[in-house]
């Protein structure tokens, strides 16, 4: 089931490869290098990124190659929309991450070139949610241009937390958060592999796939459960 919602965002080709296609397009003039996405003024790179995370959770939520990936999408965009969800770019992760309140000795212990979860709890009506906050660095906006297929993969890490939370995880299944996110990145990562063959991963996205090859299907049974689907995400939302 697609969610016509998010169908401003997806190019004709349903290929991954063009998942960013028209971002690409309506953003060509910030450079397809960092050295260059660095050298923009800060409101031209923060107008971008919206456009470029909103594509590939279009992808995800839409054509994403089976149910569970579907599923990420569609509660993400979903977390977004309820305001328990917001993603950011930002040149310096760890420094970003000490200006959201995280201890410095967590946040200097991130990698810079990895996109960084934060999670916080939110009052909503009479309830205590689960919300998170998702940094992106500047290298997400060179590889959704020139290697899609890493930037998608950084999008399933993140939005795995981002489904947790949704399905109120965070809290409750604390152990399994980050294995499940990285596993997520390596089920992605499976089928882009299987569909090109001719993409050079990243030394990351290898490790992810050598430690979890069967994606999904290779995470402990008590790490896994049946989330929201579409149709749950679009009645709550209505």
């Known amino acids: 089931?697609?969610?016509?919602?998010?169908?401003?965002?997806?190019?004709?080709?349903?290929?991954?490869?063009?998942?960013?296609?028209?971002?690409?397009?309506?953003?060509?003039?910030?450079?397809?290098?960092?050295?260059?996405?660095?050298?923009?003024?800060?409101?031209?790179?923060?107008?971008?990124?919206?456009?470029?995370?909103?594509?590939?959770?279009?992808?995800?939520?839409?054509?994403?190659?089976?149910?569970?990936?579907?599923?990420?999408?569609?509660?993400?965009?979903?977390?977004?929309?309820?305001?328990?969800?917001?993603?950011?770019?930002?040149?310096?992760?760890?420094?970003?991450?000490?200006?959201?309140?995280?201890?410095?000795?967590?946040?200097?212990?991130?990698?810079?070139?990895?996109?960084?979860?934060?999670?916080?709890?939110?009052?909503?009506?009479?309830?205590?949610v689960e919300a998170m906050i998702g940094l992106f660095p500047s290298i997400f906006l060179v590889d959704a241009q020139v290697n899609p297929i890493e930037a998608l993969s950084s999008l399933a890490y993140v939005t795995s937390y981002a489904r947790d939370a949704a399905n109120e995880k965070i809290v409750s299944d604390m152990a399994n958060v980050g294995i499940r996110a990285e596993v997520t990145a390596a089920h992605f990562l499976k089928e882009a592999v299987r569909r090109h063959p001719e993409v050079s991963l990243s030394a990351r996205s290898q490790r992810l796939l050598k430690n979890f090859p069967e994606g999904i299907g290779g995470l402990p049974q008590a790490a896994r459960y049946t989330g929201m689907g579409m149709q749950t995400f679009r009645a709550k939302h209505s």
């Not at 760890?94 to 990698?111: K, N, S, V, Y």
């Open 1 to 128: 089931m697609s969610m016509p919602e998010l169908n401003g965002w997806l190019p004709p080709s349903e290929s991954m490869l063009d998942a960013f296609a028209m971002p690409s397009r309506n953003h060509f003039m910030l450079g397809k290098t960092l050295e260059t996405i660095n050298s923009q003024t800060p409101d031209k790179v923060i107008r971008a990124f919206p456009d470029f995370f909103m594509a590939g959770i279009a992808h995800f939520a839409n054509r994403g190659h089976d149910a569970y990936m579907q599923e990420v999408g569609a509660a993400t965009w979903w977390m977004m929309e309820q305001n328990r969800a917001q993603m950011a770019i930002a040149q310096n992760i760890p420094e970003a991450a000490m200006q959201l309140g995280i201890p410095r000795e967590a946040a200097l212990d991130t990698d810079g070139d990895i996109p960084k979860a934060i999670f916080v709890q939110r009052q909503q009506g009479k309830l205590v």
